[in-house]
């Protein structure tokens, strides 16, 4: 697909919203789901959560990473280290599998033009790239495996475990049917 991945920098503030839209990629969401509080993800949903997100970015820190067709932003991957996402770790189906450190892989948005074409692969490999980069030891990731058939795009928000499985992650846990954890190691003498 002649893809190029970049983190997202204050520079790439603008790629970022124009990917997302005025909707905040889905419901004012502005990919800040798993890094607040359900209440606080209610109160800031839409202006607030952009905000955050764009405060995130301005500080330095690199929230996800972005995939280009060219120069147009078509897809969006958020990958941090597993201590950066607050509602990750009170789940009760995602959480902790052991005390290794982790870097997660939380969400996905891919513009509608570009689904169902290998970009959220390629993001998934860039993940990794990105994270061994960072000296991340292990990548986890929690995908939706549907039951019968495809899912809506909008419930797939956090990958299908068919790409992780392609991307070379492998399940390392299960504690609901359709929500496998699954892992990349990075570095060996991790789990």
């Not at 790629?15 to 607040?36: H, P, V």
């Not at 000296?135 to 419930?155: H, S, W």
Request: hydrophobic share 40%; net charge positive.
């Amino acid at each position: 697909m002649g893809l190029s991945f970049h983190p997202v920098t204050p520079e790439r503030w603008g790629d970022l919203e124009t990917l997302f839209g005025k909707r905040g990629a889905t419901g004012g969401c502005w990919c800040m789901w798993w890094r607040q509080a359900r209440s606080e993800y209610d109160a800031n949903k839409g202006e607030g959560n952009r905000q955050a997100l764009k405060a995130i970015i301005d500080s330095g820190e690199v929230p996800g990473i972005l995939a280009y067709h060219g120069k147009q932003p078509v897809g969006w991957c958020s990958l941090a280290p597993r201590t950066t996402f607050s509602a990750l770790e009170r789940s009760r189906v995602l959480k902790r599998v052991d005390d290794q450190p982790v870097w997660s892989i939380v969400c996905f948005f891919i513009a509608r033009s570009h689904r169902r074409q290998g970009v959220t692969l390629g993001l998934l490999q860039a993940a990794v790239e990105y994270a061994r980069q960072q000296g991340a030891a292990i990548l986890e990731g929690y995908p939706v495996e549907p039951k019968e058939g495809q899912t809506a795009d909008v419930f797939a928000f956090t990958g299908l475990a068919s790409a992780f499985k392609k991307a070379g992650f492998v399940e390392v846990l299960r504690r609901s049917p359709t929500r496998p954890i699954m892992r990349y190691v990075i570095r060996e003498g991790e789990k």
